[in-house]
Structures are given as C-alpha cells and as structure tokens.
C-alpha cells in the first residue's frame, strides 16, 4: 500500500524538515472504523505522506482506542469527542489537537418496515457504544421526532459499525446510526436512509486527532507530523480520487462505486484546516452532561490544545499543500 510514486511527497504535499537520513519514529493510531471520513488514516499511508514526515504508522482498528491511548498502547487516536470529553472528566490527560470532521457525520438507518422515528418506538436500534457520536445522532434524531430516546428506544451497543449492518440485516435491530461506506452497504441489503444529518452540515467536532498531554509533551515534533501527515491525505484526496478511491476501496474492503462515494463525502466534509476549537467543544457538552453532570460547567478549552495546527497555519503550511 505504500506507494509512494502516487500522491506522496509532490508539489502538494512537501517532504518533511529534517535529517532524511534519521530513522522514522514508529507510532499507532487507533480508530473506530473504516468509515470515509476515517480515510485520511489510510490515505497518509498508502501516498507515502507518513514516512515524508518522519513516522512509521500503524492504523490499529477497534472500538476501545480510547482505553488504548490511555494506556499506552497506542500514541493517537481519531474518535468521537463525546469519547474524549468524558475520558478527560474521568481523569485522563487526553487533548484534542485536530478535528478531523467538523460536522455530524452520521445518519439513521432503518429497516424497510420503519417508515419514522416514531416507528422505533420500543424496537431495538443499535449504534457502536454508548457516549459516541452515535448517541449524540440518536438523541438528536429523538428529540426532532418528539420522543424520548430513554424512554421511547432501546438503544443496543453492538461495537463495531459492521456489527450493526449484520445486526440490521438479521432483523435483531430495526435501525442503527451508520456514516459511509458502512450505511452504503446498509442501504444494499434493503435497508434506507430514516434520518440524514450529513448532507446537513451541522456544526459539531464529530471525530477528532487525539494524543495524551503527557506525550505531547515529549514528541510535539511527532504530533505536528501527524497532523501534516492527516492534511497531505486530505489534499490528496481532493487532487487524486482516483488514486484515493483505490486504496480506500483496498482498506475497507468496499466495491468501486463506495469508494468513490466515500472520497466523494471525504473531500465535501474533512477539512484542511483541522484546527480544534473552544466553540466546537460547546456543542458537544451537553450531550455528555447526559451521563457525566460534570461536563455541563467543563471549561471547553481544557480539552484542546490547538497550538500545533496554529503553528503550522503561521508557516503556512496549509497554503504549501494548497489550501
């Protein structure tokens, strides 16, 4: 997958500062799924945008990246920021440093017989756990219908995003909150799209670049690699889908015609400027007040640390990638 003739180290995407000679720092970075707005992970590798800046990656897939970064296991994580949010309240050391998709990137899927939210009621409706923006979406999505999602849903945590088109299909739930290729290959099965909050575009740090302070701290030259690294996939992106569309479609293992709609979606909604906000956090805590009161007088600053992408800004090194 590393091909690095194809989107690497061109005009959009310069070589990393430093010794060329020095050997690459080896890093691992969880993340949730294989969802397209998860496709710069992917893309930074297979361009060559990694070893550009001096690292060595290794994606790790599951849904406890979270426990992972903070035990160790792991030195970045791109996950919800209800996630992090509470892992912080809990007394992580957790710090946001680059939103990778500044919208609400999911959307409900449900089985043919549902025809509304309102169908849903008392029926089991599945999404990866609880605390996610998944939740978030079900929330929102009860809220507008006039429900109750404690009241009215029963909300299953399956895990992972392929365990709820399996769960779909089966029939043990009748709905699940699903972003794409995942809902593409829903929507395949029989399935249909209940309630779409993507193509809305609603303001909210839905996934995020996540590192401990701790190791911040001591590899901040690593941490700014990840997030050039993170933006040089973006621009490729956007300047080669061809080539984007053929290693997605490689890493999460989906057909032609989702890929390309995956780098479709990434290139509308994943920015160049991944820079974290204050405004972003206070969005996002009231639905985590749901389950830790705490949050709902958290100061939102202490959850970002937005210094590595306003450093890179300054340099201009959005403007080098074409931004």
């Not at 945008?49 to 296991?73: F, H, K, Q, W």
């Not at 061809?242 to 890929?259: E, I, L, V």
């Not at 400027?273 to 405004?279: G, V, Y």
Request: proline letters at 7%; hydrophobic letters at 40%.
């Amino acid at each position: 997958m590393l091909l690095a003739g194809c989107g690497g180290a061109s005009a959009s995407q310069p070589a990393a500062s430093g010794s060329p000679s020095a050997p690459p720092q080896s890093i691992k970075i969880a993340h949730s799924s294989t969802g397209a707005t998860m496709m710069p992970i992917q893309i930074a590798q297979a361009s060559g945008a990694y070893a550009a800046n001096g690292l060595s990656v290794e994606p790790i897939l599951g849904p406890n990246g979270i426990t992972a970064l903070i035990a160790g296991d792991v030195q970045a994580a791109v996950t919800s920021t209800e996630d992090i949010i509470s892992a912080d309240l809990g007394g992580a050391d957790l710090i946001i440093v680059g939103v990778m998709l500044p919208y609400i990137g999911q959307d409900v899927i449900a089985r043919p017989e549902i025809k509304s939210m309102a169908d849903l009621k008392g029926k089991p409706m599945g999404l990866t756990r609880r605390g996610t923006v998944g939740e978030t979406v079900i929330r929102l999505a009860a809220k507008d219908a006039g429900m109750d999602p404690d009241k009215d849903l029963q909300i299953i945590e399956l895990g992972t995003a392929d365990k709820e088109v399996v769960a779909l299909q089966a029939g043990s739930i009748y709905a699940a909150t699903l972003s794409r290729p995942n809902s593409d290959v829903a929507i395949s099965q029989g399935s249909h799209e209940l309630v779409n909050y993507t193509a809305k575009k609603i303001p909210y740090p839905a996934s995020d670049v996540t590192v401990s302070k701790a190791w911040a701290q001591k590899n901040p030259k690593a941490v700014t690699a990840i997030l050039k690294s993170m933006i040089q996939a973006v621009r490729t992106i956007e300047t080669k889908p061809d080539f984007a569309a053929d290693a997605y479609g490689k890493w999460a293992k989906t057909d032609a015609d989702s890929s390309k709609l995956a780098v479709e979606l990434a290139t509308s909604y994943i920015p160049l400027d991944m820079t974290p906000t204050a405004e972003g956090i206070k969005a996002v805590l009231p639905n985590v007040a749901q389950h830790i009161p705490a949050a709902e007088t958290a100061d939102p600053s202490k959850f970002i640390d937005d210094s590595y992408m306003k450093q890179l800004i300054s340099e201009g090194f959005l403007k080098q990638v074409g931004g």
